[in-house]
Nanobody
Framework: QVQLVESGGGLVQAGGSLRLSCAAS????????MGWYQQAPGKQRELVAT???????NYADSVKGRFTVSRDNAKNTVWLQMNALKVEDTAVYYC???????????????????WGQGTQVTVSS
């Protein structure tokens, strides 16, 4: 139904930058919110940043001032610009989309969550 394809991960030195992108495709009515989560080895998946269709954003305290989430509603694409990267940012980053599959979801106020496959970000010291 809905596929999320991420790109842009890689290896970077501390202090460097990376830009992640995620494009949603498939059959759906609209996307309420999109965002990024990270999962480091041995840890739970944690929120990094989210953005609604109206442009409202939410960031984890650890990335405020360094990361910027943005979105193109027409292209169903979300980006995460990561600057001043730290070793502790090393993780697999997952794209997330909160989707209204059809007009019934709009009427009911319901959404369904979808995840991308994840992209590895490694920050070296």
């Amino acid at each position: 139904q809905v596929q999320l394809v991420e790109s842009g991960g890689g290896l970077v030195q501390a202090g460097g930058s990376l830009r992640l992108s995620c494009a949603a495709s498939g059959t759906f009515f609209s996307i309420r919110a999109m965002g990024w989560y990270q999962q480091a080895p041995g840890k739970q998946r944690e929120l990094v940043a989210t953005i609604t269709g109206g442009g409202s954003t939410n960031y984890a305290d650890s990335v405020k001032g360094r990361f910027t989430v943005s979105r193109d509603n027409a292209k169903n694409t979300v980006w995460l610009q990561m600057n001043a990267l730290k070793v502790e940012d090393t993780a697999v980053y997952y794209c997330y989309a909160d989707v209204r599959l059809d007009y019934g979801d709009v009427v009911r106020g319901t959404t369904r969550g979808y995840w991308g496959q994840g992209t590895q970000v490694t920050v070296s010291s």
